[in-house]
């Protein structure tokens, strides 16, 4: 990126206060944030104390050989005790944690004390095959009861898992597992994905073909799909013979705070991908703090859901780390929101008396293509928190969930985190912050988080730059996995002490370009390989595609700088139209004036191509680097992690060669 800072070109003025119910009863409140200002780590020791330690620590934080921090280093806990037994012990048995509902129509429940005997039980199963504390254990499943469980029974037990997504090929697969070096990997014989069977444990038998996966002694194979499965006989174990005749009896053994508890591969744009290494105490601190400050849970009365895949860290953190530490009763769903109609998920959310709904802004756009008289069908109004995360969430799309979903009553809390961030790090407080549509505005309480120039400056309000954190969180990774140089080259070289004219303090690089509007709010523009240089400007994807969206016949944009010999790099946008739009004449032209007028000339798109789908990664960002190599007429890079490689081949055909 260029010196000039990004172009500061997008204005909201819609507020939304929090509703004064919900304020009058917030877990949370203003008092929060100057408790931590006055005392960040003895806020965070108090945080601690949420859970249950077997012994309590005595430190906080340990940065004396920093980036390489250690949180509450002495202190002894299990995880899946405080996920699942304490709640037991505490009287909660009955409580449902997981209502589960499958794809096709079938659902159960699982109570807090079903949730131990599975839980226990799988745990006795892992040590039967020989799995030890420290040994790292692939999960490779559907949205299933048995993925929770597997994850659990991994962290009472202290072996890492690696959860891969269902959807991954065998081959981002076998990456992983040689990464990790795993032992052991638990699958299914497939899921329920658009109304049909779709196979998964193919897809292990050809990873463990592979050099470097010899260290797999057993794949545990739960039956789900019922579907024919190749069987290595030795090898491969089923779940229902080996757990179901395990003791319901398993004593946790308390493991050190800075245990590793998982780790989780992100693709990035280049190279292999990075594992993430979380460890126990502190992650659990901060993702049981943030889901009961974010969502305001009351874990007595609410009913919360998260549609993410346990296979993003969304899913590890907000489906079951942080909700089941804080005795949560949550929805599970297998499918896709639109199988087999389009309501399905408010068809969900209607049956559960969902009230705490979590989502991510790609779907929240589908559902606005699909239309509103959807989600109208349905009684929506337990709700009454929703959540975004996974991208910039554009403030049409904002306002239209608000409205449509939550019935211009419930707070929106946009949600900036990611894989490496283990928890949420800047969101509203839904009982605290008056809302903007669009962004993330502030660092929760104990978090440290500005926006900086090229030489490591704070920007003032009004400008842009990079997003920082700045100072160490609980539940931050810890490293990337085998890799320590690694870990600093790509977080902490760019901003860290003697790497800039002003760089004394070790500060984290998010990667993601943001900026401070005039109240010092946060908005996220989007990845830095992303941002656009249009004759000397930096400008973000993320604006671009934002101003899109604002105009009432578009449902979604994704926005790529492809080169251009006048002005460097010129605007292309991709667009998906609105149910009811049309590729009329002209509206080509009028989605350029409509950008120009929202955000200057300058930002005015060269080419704008209506197409019906947009490529994305399973947990729904889209992937600009796939669409930039299509409007430069390259040759596509890797398209492992998209979800449907033929929407590509679709976009291609809609463009013509080189203009
Ligand atoms: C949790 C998660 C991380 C990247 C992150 C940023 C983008 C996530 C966002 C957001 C704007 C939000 N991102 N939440 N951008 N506003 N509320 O998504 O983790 O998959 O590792 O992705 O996602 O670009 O850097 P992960």
Not at 322 to 332: D, I, K, R, S
Not at 348 to 375: E, S
Not at 568 to 592: D, K, M, N
Request: one cysteine or more.
């Amino acid at each position: 990126m260029s010196n000039e800072s990004l172009a500061n070109l997008l204005r909201e003025e819609r507020r939304f206060a929090p509703p004064a119910d919900l304020a009058a009863a917030a877990n949370v409140t203003a008092e929060a944030y100057e408790q931590a200002k006055a005392d960040r780590l003895g806020f965070w020791a108090e945080q601690a104390r949420r859970l249950t330690w077997a012994a309590e620590p005595t430190e906080t934080l340990d940065w004396s050989n920093p980036p390489f921090a250690k949180w509450f280093a002495d202190g002894k806990l299990n995880v899946a005790y405080n996920c699942v037994d304490r709640h037991v012990e505490n009287g909660l048995g009955d409580r449902v944690a997981i209502h589960f509902e499958g794809e096709p129509g079938d659902s159960r429940s699982l109570t807090y004390a079903d949730l131990q005997r599975e839980v226990a039980k799988a745990a006795n199963a892992l040590t039967e095959l020989g799995v030890q504390a420290g040994d790292r254990v692939a999960i490779y499943l559907p949205m299933i009861p048995e993925a929770v469980v597997a994850m659990l029974a991994c962290a009472r037990i202290g072996a890492p898992h690696s959860v891969v997504f269902g959807g991954f090929s065998a081959d981002a697969l076998a990456t992983r597992i040689q990464d990790a070096d795993a032992r052991v990997v638990i699958t299914s014989d497939g899921g329920y994905r658009r109304g049909k069977p779709s196979a998964l444990k193919p897809a292990v038998d050809e990873a463990l073909t592979r050099p470097g996966t010899e260290n797999v002694r057993s794949v545990l194979v739960v039956r789900r799909t019922g579907q024919e499965t190749a069987w290595h006989e030795g090898r491969d174990v089923w779940w229902h013979e080996l757990v179901d005749r395990q003791s319901e009896q398993h004593t946790p053994e308390a493991f050190g705070a800075e245990h590793p508890l998982f780790i989780l591969y992100t693709s990035g744009t280049t190279g292999k991908p990075k594992g993430i290494l979380h460890t126990t105490g502190g992650y659990l601190t901060q993702v049981a703090y943030t889901h009961h400050a974010v969502f305001d849970l009351k874990p007595e009365s609410d009913v919360y859901w998260c549609t993410a895949d346990v296979g993003w860290v969304t899913g590890h953190s907000y489906i079951v780390y942080g909700p089941l530490a804080n005795g949560a009763t949550e929805v599970l769903y297998e499918g896709t929101p639109d199988t087999p109609h389009q309501g399905r998920w408010w068809e969900i959310v209607q049956k559960y008396g969902v009230t705490i709904f979590y989502t991510a802004p790609t779907a929240i756009r589908a559902c606005m293509k699909w239309g509103d008289d959807i989600p109208a069908k349905f009684d929506l109004s337990s709700l009454r928190v929703l959540g975004s995360v996974g991208e910039p969430i554009n403030p049409e799309a904002w306002v239209w969930y608000r409205r449509n979903i939550g019935a211009d009553r419930t707070p929106v809390v946009d949600t900036w985190w990611q894989t490496e961030t283990g928890g949420i790090m800047i969101s509203p407080l839904p009982g605290v912050t008056e809302t903007k549509p669009g962004s993330a505005q502030v660092p929760l309480p104990g978090i440290a988080a500005t926006v900086v120039d090229d030489e490591a400056r704070e920007v003032p309000d009004g400008a842009g730059g990079y997003l920082v954190l700045t100072e160490p969180w609980p539940s931050m990774l810890r490293t990337i996995w085998g890799d320590d140089q690694r870990y600093l080259d790509t977080y902490w070289a760019r901003f860290g002490p003697g790497q800039s004219a002003t760089g004394v303090a070790w500060r984290y690089f998010a990667g993601d370009g943001a900026k401070k509007d005039d109240d010092g709010d946060i908005w996220l523009l989007g990845r830095v390989d992303d941002v656009m240089l249009v004759s000397g400007h930096n400008i973000s994807t993320t604006e671009v595609e934002s101003a899109l969206v604002s105009h009432p016949k578009v449902a979604e944009a994704a926005v790529v700088g492809a080169t251009d010999p006048q002005t460097t790099q010129a605007i292309c946008a991709f667009v998906i139209l609105r149910g009811s739009a049309s590729e009329s004449e002209g509206l080509v032209e009028e989605l350029r004036a409509h950008v120009a007028k929202a955000l200057g000339p300058i930002a005015k798109p060269k080419r704008i191509l209506p197409v019906a789908e947009l490529p994305k990664t399973r947990s729904g960002k889209i992937m600009r680097r796939l669409l930039r190599d299509v409007a430069e007429n390259r040759a596509l890079g890797d398209v492992t992690t998209l979800t449907d490689s033929s929407v590509m081949e679709l976009i291609q055909s809609k463009l013509p060669t080189a203009s």
